[in-house]
């Protein structure tokens, strides 16, 4: 198999409640990821997709917080999407988890082939590439997670709103010097949007932002307070170990 294949470690997530398997080098799981699965609104029985999966952190995280959910793993690189799959066996979520190797900006009835057509999904959450690279790395799943085109984030928001049934919601994490930009892509589909900075520590500009919007919605935008990683000291909040350790849900109202 392409994933084993692969030099790869064996690691845990959420306080050991996952049990990732992914590459050595390159793209791996970190905070991102759990951060946008527990900022991600879903209940039993709903369909998520995320896009762009990786070897599933996000995806499996979301299944993992949230039973009943089903999740589809969108991912173009064939070894992470390999892994991907794997990791729902490895993680006992494999009945309500799946993965499929697709383009996120793939057409239509390539979507509708895999499994995935358009109304299809009560969610979306995605972590796009958002680096415009002036020099791009010379590892290849590297470069597919990181670097983006300036017309990334909307390819990827069309995609969404497609798969997205009326109403529905997508759940994004960004750069935060970048928000201006998920704004104006988002204001295409999607309405009610509700941003939640995330900073290092007190004092400190936020270096990202979890972005939630609703499909069809023109409802105003909402900020929220800020959410902070650690406290003065550089220790973890109990906020954050609640949500990177112990996998509870992230609130992202305020609409």
């Known amino acids: 198999m392409l994933a084993e294949k692969a030099d790869t470690s064996e690691d845990a997530v959420l306080g050991g409640r996952l049990v990732l398997r992914q590459p050595l080098r390159g793209h791996r799981v970190g905070h991102d990821a759990i951060l946008l699965a527990a900022a991600t609104s879903a209940q039993s029985g709903d369909h998520a997709v995320d896009l762009g999966s990786g070897v599933g952190g996000a995806g499996l995280a979301l299944a993992r917080r949230i ?20 990791n729902a066996v490895r993680n006992d979520l494999s009945d309500r988890v799946r993965g499929v190797c697709l383009d996120v900006e793939a057409s239509t009835a390539d979507f509708t082939a895999a499994g995935l057509a358009p109304g299809s999904a009560a969610c979306v959450l995605m972590n796009p590439p958002f680096n ?59 309405g009610a949007i509700t941003v939640l900075p995330v900073h290092p520590k007190p004092g400190a500009a936020a270096i990202r932002v979890l972005v939630r919007a609703t499909k069809g919605n023109r409802a105003p935008l909402a900020l929220l307070p800020g959410f902070l990683l650690a406290d003065a000291d550089g220790k973890p909040t109990a906020a954050t170990e609640a949500v990177l350790r112990k996998g509870e849900a992230l609130s992202l109202t305020g609409n």
């Open 67 to 86: 039973a009943g959910v089903a999740v589809t793993l969108v991912e173009i690189d064939p070894v992470l999407a390999a892994l991907a799959a794997g």
């Open 132 to 190: 415009v690279a002036q020099q791009p790395s010379p590892d290849h799943s590297r470069r597919l997670a990181h670097t983006a085109s300036a017309s990334t984030l909307e390819h990827w928001l069309r995609t969404a709103a497609r798969l997205l049934r009326d109403d529905g919601l997508v759940t994004l994490i960004w750069r935060a010097d970048g928000l201006a930009d998920v704004v104006a892509a988002l204001g295409k589909d999607f």
